[in-house]
């Protein structure tokens, strides 16, 4: 099985809830048949990460993600276990999708190596060109600190560059499928690097479509529109039609078939107002936090 969980859905602004990051996990049978996830993936970890996990980890279903009880009192902190996340995966460089990723080197590397093995450096996916901006854009800063002068990304993480159309296995019988985001742009449509994400069984045809920070793209993202089971979305719940995200007015405009299975994500503070009580009729509704999407069997 597949699932996602948000560990926040809120956009960048967003202060009552965290950050719009998800964890993937992959299972040999069912989350609640009490065995390990086969593997593990952020899809980002922004500002609010850390403290978005530190709040997972004590959701029952979560307990993975603690370190055990001797390890916290060795340590004098109860942290979250980044060491059981095998791979994150980049969608762009705003502060909400990368800003805790400083927080998992420093911790991996300074507090959990203290329990004993190896310092863990979980996967980062991403475009070749993303991984460069973001070591020499945003990273290298905090990182490199008493760390030497040839402190590089792979001292934290171990870079796994795919570009847009490629493909990564994760255990299990699944992959993900990085694909381009119409977000942020300079000159021209996708020439500031952004993703989106397919989810996808290797063995059927299940598929779920992860809009990464998009504005509504339903000529490119018509096959996965038709295709997907469930679509998590980006939205605006309210701002100019030129904004960088999904508009609620452009995506009302969309299929009533491709609504009914979309989940509205990364929507700002007041997304309980009345005026926006329509979302559950005419979407699937609006993503929630720390709640396990089943996306394959
Ligand atoms: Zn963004």
Not at 152 to 174: H, K, M, N, Q, T
Not at 229 to 240: N, S, T
Not at 265 to 283: M, Q
Request: one cysteine or more; glycine letters at 8%; proline letters at 7%.
């Amino acid at each position: 099985m597949m699932t996602l969980t948000f560990l926040g859905v809120g956009d960048m602004a967003a202060r009552r809830n965290h950050n719009a990051n998800a964890l993937v996990e992959t299972w040999p049978g069912r989350p609640e048949d009490g065995d390990p996830p086969l593997d593990t993936l952020l899809i980002d970890f922004g500002t609010t990460g850390p403290a978005a996990m530190h709040l997972l980890k004590s959701t029952p279903g979560f307990e993975h993600y603690r370190i055990p009880p001797a390890d916290a009192s060795t340590l004098g902190v109860d942290l979250a276990d980044y060491r059981r996340l095998a791979r994150i995966v980049l969608t762009h460089q705003h502060v909400d999708h990368f800003g805790g990723l400083e927080d998992i080197a420093l911790v991996l590397r300074f507090w959990l190596a203290k329990l004993g093995g190896a310092v863990h450096r979980p996967e980062l996916i991403a475009s070749d060109e993303l991984l460069r901006t973001l070591w020499d854009g945003s990273l290298r800063g905090g990182l490199s600190i008493g760390m030497g002068a040839a402190t590089s990304l792979e001292d934290f993480f171990v870079p796994r560059p795919v570009e847009p159309g490629g493909a990564v296995e994760l255990a299990g019988g699944y992959r993900i499928r990085l694909l381009p985001a119409d977000h942020v742009r300079s000159a021209g449509k996708h020439d500031v690097p952004a993703f989106g994400v397919v989810l996808e069984s290797a063995t059927s045809a299940r598929c779920a479509f992860y809009s990464g920070d998009a504005r509504v793209d339903a000529v490119a993202n018509r096959e996965w529109f038709d295709r997907a089971d469930v679509i998590f979305h980006d939205v605006m719940l309210q701002g100019p039609a030129d904004a960088v995200h999904a508009p609620l007015a452009e995506l009302r405009a969309l299929p009533a078939s491709v609504r009914a299975k979309m989940l509205l994500y990364h929507y700002a503070d007041n997304w309980d107002d009345p005026r926006f009580a329509f979302v559950s009729e005419e979407f699937a509704g609006f993503a929630q936090p720390r709640v396990r999407y089943v996306l394959a069997p």
